[in-house]
């Protein structure tokens, strides 16, 4: 075989595999329901790498947020796609809300361990506890040995302060109205009631995220 027959045989094999990766992403944008899910405000940048991002947008006084936790976990156990990375991003619409999205960025700074969040949720949502407060979030993180003056350094922290203004945007790009919500690689957002049910939101994610990565 000539020299010039490789390299046209290569050619044709490359022309090949992009009509077909296009095809393939064609066939996925159809798949998915465009009722269930719309495209965000403003286009995100993603922090996940080569993984597609599937973000949470959610606030820890959301009833609504706190009884999705068990589906949200079931689905990063059992149902995510191996192609994606979850995460969590506090909403922020008010400044009633500022609190508790900076509490979650101070576990964070902190390294708490997982069990901390649920912890969270608990307190304000079965034992109907308030936490708004540094004296009550001091006292709160007290039980997963962190004293004042780590609470307090980490909360002030330019780390934390830097991560409460990406939120605040994000929730302005996001376009959504309510949490929670599902962002999709910073292009795409659903929730339980364009989903039309929490079965299906996780259903239109995984979706979602195949048409994300074709279009990548």
């Known amino acids: 075989m000539t020299s010039a027959t490789q390299t046209l045989r290569a050619s044709a094999f490359a022309l090949v595999a992009t009509v077909l990766m296009a095809c393939q992403g064609e066939t996925i944008a159809q798949t998915v329901d465009e009722s ?18 599937v973000a949470e947008l959610f606030w820890f006084g959301c009833g609504h947020c706190f009884a999705l936790e068990p589906g949200i976990k079931k689905w ?6 191996e192609n994606a990375e979850f995460k969590k991003i506090p909403a922020i619409f008010s400044a ?8 979650f960025y101070t576990m964070q700074a902190l390294g708490v361990p997982e069990e901390a969040y649920d912890g969270f949720f608990r307190k304000l949502h079965v034992e109907r506890k308030q936490i708004n407060n540094m004296s009550q979030l001091v006292d709160f993180l007290a039980a997963y040995d962190k004293n004042e003056d780590a609470v307090k350094s980490a909360f002030n922290s330019f780390d ?3 991560k409460m203004r990406a939120a605040k945007k994000i929730t302005r790009d996001s376009g959504a109205r309510g ?22 939101m996780f259903d239109v994610i995984n979706q979602l995220v195949s048409k994300a990565a074709a279009e990548r």
């Open 76 to 81: 990063k156990q059992d149902g995510i796609p």
């Open 160 to 162: 934390v302060d830097s």
């Open 36 to 53: 269930r899910y719309q495209a965000v405000n403003k286009e995100m940048t993603v922090t996940t790498g080569d993984k597609i991002e």
């Open 96 to 103: 009633r809300w500022e609190f508790h999205a900076q509490a």
């Open 179 to 200: 949490v929670p919500a599902i962002v999709v690689d910073g292009k795409y957002l659903t929730n339980q009631q364009l989903s039309g049910s929490t079965d299906g």
